[in-house]
C-alpha cells in the first residue's frame, strides 16, 4: 500500500507527456492574398510558445491565399505559421514584384481552419509578451492583444475578433477592418515591401509591452488611413476575387474607424481644426523626410560623393547616362509634383480659414514649396510652376509649360519675403536659409546679406561639435529629423548608403555659413568670407586657408564636398563655380537631368532638356 501511494502521489506532480496527432489545417493567407506559389511553413510552439523545433512545410496553391497542410504530426496546441510571397496589392491593383513575410500565433485545438494575415503580424509580439512575462493564458492573451490593437489603429465599432478568425472574403465588417488597416499600412509604405516590413516591425515592437502606439507611429497610420482612395481600393480587391471566381460584398471602411477617410483628393472639409491642419503638417514633413532621402541618394550619386552601385538604374546616376525612362529620376521628379500638390492645397486652406491659430500654416507651407523647387530646379532646371494661386485650375489635367528658372526664384523670394517675418520661431530658420539661397542663386547678394545677418544674430542655431553634427538634432538643425527617436519613422533601406548618423539632415547651419561665405565673396569682403568657411574647417579638424582672389569661391565649393557631400548640396555647389563639367568629366548638357518620358507623353507642353 506505501509502495502504491508514492506512485500514486508521485503521478500527479509531472503532467503526462503530450501525445502526437496527426491533423490536417487549411485556410487563407492574406496581405492582399499572397500569390500562388509563396511559400508557407508551421512550428509548433511549446506552452510557453517557444518552438519545439518541429517544422512542416507548404505552398499556396492559388492567387486566393488558399494553403492546406495535410497530416502532419503535431504534440502541442500551438503553432506559429509563417508565409513568405507575392501578394496582390489592393492599392496598385496588381502583384507585389517583391515578396514580405507574415507569421500569426494561433491554438488549434478546437481550430482546424484558420486564417493568417496583418493583423495576427500586429498582435504577435503582444501575445508573446503577456504570456511569458505577463503569464496570461494564451485565450485570455490573444484577446487582450487584438482588442489594443484595434483601439490603437482607430478601429471604432467592431468587438475584438480573433485575428485568424477574418478574412477579407467574409464580408463583415472585420474584414473591412482588416482591409483598412493593410491599405493604410501599404499606402505609408508607398508599396514598398522593405519599409512595409518595417513599419510592421515598429508597430508590433511599440505595442509590446503596453499595447500602445507613439504619437509619432500612431500619426503616420492615421495620416495614411485617412488619405486612402477606398473606392479604388474595394474595386481593385473585388476584381481580383472576381476574377478567381469569388463574388464579394462591398466594404464599408468608413464606419469602422474614429478617423474620417476624405481621400487621396483632401476635401475642403478636411481643415476644420487647428489639430487638422497640425496634423497635414506633420504629414507634409514626414513625405519631406521621405522625398530628402531619395534626393540626397541620386545627387550623391550624380555628384561623385557616392560610390557605385551594381544596379543599373542607380549606376546611370553614377556615371552621368541617365535616360529619360530610367524609373529613379520618374519616381523622384513624380514625388516633387506629388508633395507639391499636398503643399499647395495645405497653403490655400490655411489662407482661407477661419480658424485664427491655422493661418500661420500658409507661411510654413510656402517655405517649404520653396525648398522643393531649389531642388527641383537644380537636378531639372526650369520647373512646372504649379502654386497655391493657379493648382486648383490645373487638376483638370491642362498641358502646363515649363516657367524660366529665374521667374521661378523671382516668384518664391517675393513669397518669401512675405511669409519668413511671419514664421513661427521653430519654422523662422528654414525660411530665412531658403531665402538666402533663393537670393544668392539669382545674384542678389546684398539683400541675401541683409537676410544672413538676421538669421546669424538670432541665436538659434550655431555650429556642432564634430561628433555631435550627425547625432545630434541641436544646435545645427535647421531641418531635420533623429530615425533613432523613440517611435521614429523607419530609415530608407538604403540609408546605410549615404547617411553619415542618426540625424538625417534636410538644412542645416553649416549651410547658412557656406551661403554667407559665397555672399561675401560676391560683396568683395573676402576677408569675411575666408573667415566663416575656415569656422567649419576648424570644425572638422582641417587647417584654415589663406588665401584670395577667385580662390576663395573655389575653396567654397571644396568645404561643400567635404561637409556637406550626400546633402543635396554639391551638385549646386559645382555649377555656380563653374566647375561641374571638369570635377565629373560631363558634357554641358548633363548639367541637368532629362524630363522623364512619362511626363513627356502625358503633358503636350512639357519640353526635354537639350541633348536627350
Not at 493564458?137 to 482607430?154: C, G, H, P, R, S
Not at 537644380?378 to 489635367?397: A, C, M, Q, R
Not at 526664384?409 to 519654422?427: M, W
Not at 541675401?448 to 553634427?469: E, I, N, T
Request: charged share 20%; net charge neutral.
Amino acid at each position: 500500500m506505501i509502495t502504491l501511494v508514492a506512485i500514486s502521489s508521485c503521478s500527479k506532480s509531472v503532467d503526462p507527456p503530450p501525445v502526437e496527432k496527426s491533423i490536417s489545417l487549411s485556410g487563407t493567407a492574406e496581405k492582399g492574398p499572397f500569390s500562388k506559389g509563396a511559400s508557407l511553413t508551421i512550428q509548433e510552439l511549446d506552452n510557453q510558445l517557444k518552438p519545439t523545433g518541429r517544422t512542416f512545410t507548404a505552398k499556396i496553391i492559388d492567387d486566393k491565399g488558399s494553403f492546406e497542410f495535410q497530416n502532419i504530426a503535431l504534440k502541442s496546441d500551438f503553432i506559429q505559421i509563417n508565409i513568405d510571397g507575392n501578394y496582390f496589392d489592393e492599392i496598385t491593383g496588381r502583384q507585389s514584384t517583391t515578396p514580405i513575410k507574415l507569421s500569426s500565433i494561433v491554438n488549434i485545438r478546437n481550430k482546424k481552419q484558420f486564417n493568417l494575415n496583418i493583423l495576427g503580424q500586429l498582435e504577435q509580439k503582444r501575445v508573446q509578451y503577456l504570456v511569458q512575462s505577463q503569464k496570461l493564458d494564451f485565450n485570455n492573451a490573444k484577446t487582450q492583444a487584438i482588442a489594443e490593437v484595434y483601439k490603437a489603429l482607430f478601429v471604432e465599432t467592431a468587438a475584438p475578433l480573433a485575428a485568424e478568425s477574418i478574412s477579407l472574403s467574409d464580408g463583415s465588417n472585420h474584414a473591412a477592418i482588416l482591409l483598412g488597416v493593410s491599405a493604410a499600412l501599404l499606402k505609408a509604405s508607398e508599396s514598398d515591401n522593405v519599409k512595409l516590413t518595417a513599419l510592421i516591425q515598429t508597430i508590433a515592437d511599440d505595442l509590446e509591452t503596453d499595447g500602445k502606439l507613439s504619437e509619432t507611429v500612431s500619426t503616420i497610420f492615421k495620416n495614411n488611413l485617412s488619405h486612402l482612395n477606398t473606392d479604388l481600393l474595394i474595386f481593385n480587391i473585388k476584381k481580383h476575387y472576381k476574377d478567381n471566381g469569388i463574388e464579394l460584398k462591398n466594404f464599408n471602411i468608413q464606419d469602422q474607424f474614429t478617423v474620417r477617410i476624405v481621400g487621396e483628393i483632401i476635401e475642403n472639409s478636411f481643415f476644420k481644426t487647428l489639430e487638422d491642419f497640425q496634423a497635414f503638417n506633420n504629414s507634409i514633413r514626414l513625405d519631406m523626410v521621405r522625398l530628402s532621402e531619395q534626393y540626397f541618394i541620386l545627387e550623391g550619386l550624380y555628384a561623385g560623393t557616392l560610390g557605385n552601385t551594381t544596379s543599373e538604374n542607380y549606376t546611370q546616376f553614377y556615371r552621368h547616362r541617365v535616360s529619360a525612362s530610367n524609373p529613379l529620376n520618374s519616381d523622384l521628379f513624380d514625388s516633387y509634383y506629388r508633395l507639391i500638390r499636398k503643399i499647395n492645397l495645405f497653403v490655400d486652406q490655411s489662407r482661407k480659414t477661419k480658424v485664427m491659430d491655422a493661418q500661420q500654416f500658409q507661411y510654413t507651407g510656402y517655405t517649404y514649396l520653396a525648398l522643393l523647387y531649389d531642388q527641383m530646379i537644380n537636378l531639372w532646371g526650369d520647373p512646372i510652376f504649379v502654386h497655391p494661386d493657379n493648382y486648383k485650375e490645373l487638376e483638370s489635367g491642362p498641358a502646363i509649360a515649363r516657367s524660366k528658372t529665374e521667374n521661378v526664384r523671382t516668384e518664391l523670394i517675393n513669397g518669401l519675403k512675405t511669409a519668413v517675418p511671419k514664421l513661427a520661431q521653430a519654422d523662422y530658420g528654414l525660411g530665412a536659409t531658403v531665402l538666402a539661397r533663393l537670393l544668392r542663386d539669382q545674384g542678389l547678394y546684398a539683400e541675401a546679406r541683409v537676410q544672413l545677418d538676421r538669421l546669424m544674430q538670432s541665436g538659434l542655431y550655431s555650429l556642432a561639435a564634430p561628433f555631435k553634427v550627425h547625432s545630434s538634432l541641436a544646435p545645427e538643425g535647421i531641418l531635420s529629423w533623429d530615425f533613432e527617436a523613440v517611435g521614429s519613422i523607419p530609415r530608407n533601406d538604403n540609408a546605410a548608403w549615404y547617411s553619415k548618423g542618426r540625424i538625417h539632415h534636410i538644412v542645416r547651419y553649416s549651410e547658412v555659413l557656406l551661403i554667407s561665405s559665397e555672399v561675401d565673396y560676391h560683396l568683395g569682403n573676402t576677408l569675411s568670407s575666408l573667415q566663416q568657411f575656415n569656422q567649419i574647417r576648424k570644425r572638422n579638424g582641417s587647417t584654415e586657408l589663406l588665401t584670395s582672389g577667385p580662390s576663395v569661391w573655389l575653396a567654397i565649393a571644396d568645404v561643400y564636398g567635404q561637409d556637406m557631400k550626400n546633402e543635396g548640396q554639391y551638385f549646386a555647389a559645382l555649377k555656380r563655380v563653374q566647375r561641374a563639367e571638369l570635377e565629373l568629366s560631363i558634357d554641358k548638357n548633363k548639367l541637368l537631368l532629362p524630363i522623364p518620358e512619362v511626363q513627356l507623353h502625358q503633358n503636350a507642353l512639357l519640353t526635354q532638356n537639350p541633348g536627350y
